[in-house]
């Protein structure tokens, strides 16, 4: 992609988006901006926060926007406030990310550096695909999800809106995993999971 770009948020996924930004185009302009005032006085890879999303009305009016966000939930409401102001949303994908020619990626999803997603994959609206994690074909992942480095997904694997799948833990074949479900870090597993849950263990369990 070419042409100007804003980030919104400042913190650590923040960077992360930032440096894929520039690994594809090392000339991009960037500017950051974070809701949170005491981001005024922070720096990312060398850009400075410009300002809060008040920035956005006056300046910049055909310049997408992609999501630093690593929240779940304030990811997507960003992102549903962005679309009702009528903001282009950009979707990331670091190029060192392998995506296979028939995966579908909603709008303003972040592939992150190794990360994999084949063979009629399906990325919701937002999504973090993070450093080294895989998605195997026909699996569909909701709006909002984050799955953490080293994450392997098996085929046909469903996750639900806004459930975090915790670093390193590896989902079985066809299993679905409800929305705001949190996965421990390293889990397994191997049975499907309910809406709201939370679960960690090998296998995976209740907590």
Known sequence: MSGDLIIMGSGGHAKVVLEAVLASSPDRRVTVLDDDPIAAERSLLGVKV??????????????????????????LDLLDWLVAQGRAIETVIHPSAIVGATVEIGDGAFLAAGSIAI???????GAILNTGCSVDH?????????LGPGVRLCGNVRVGTRSLIGVGSAI??????????????????????????????????RL
Not at 173 to 198: E, F, K, L, Q
């Open 172 to 205: 079985r074949p066809r299993v679905t995993i409800g929305s705001n479900v949190v996965v421990g870090a390293g889990s397994a597993v191997v049975a499907d999971i309910p809406d709201g849950s939370v679960v960690a263990g090998c296998p995976a369990r």
């Open 138 to 146: 026909d699996c569909v992942i909701g709006d909002g999800v984050h």
């Open 119 to 125: 063979a009629d994959a399906t990325i919701g609206r």
């Open 50 to 75: 410009s300002g809060t999303r008040d920035w956005l009305s006056e300046n910049a009016p055909d310049a997408p926007v992609a999501l630093g966000i690593g929240e779940n939930a304030a990811r």
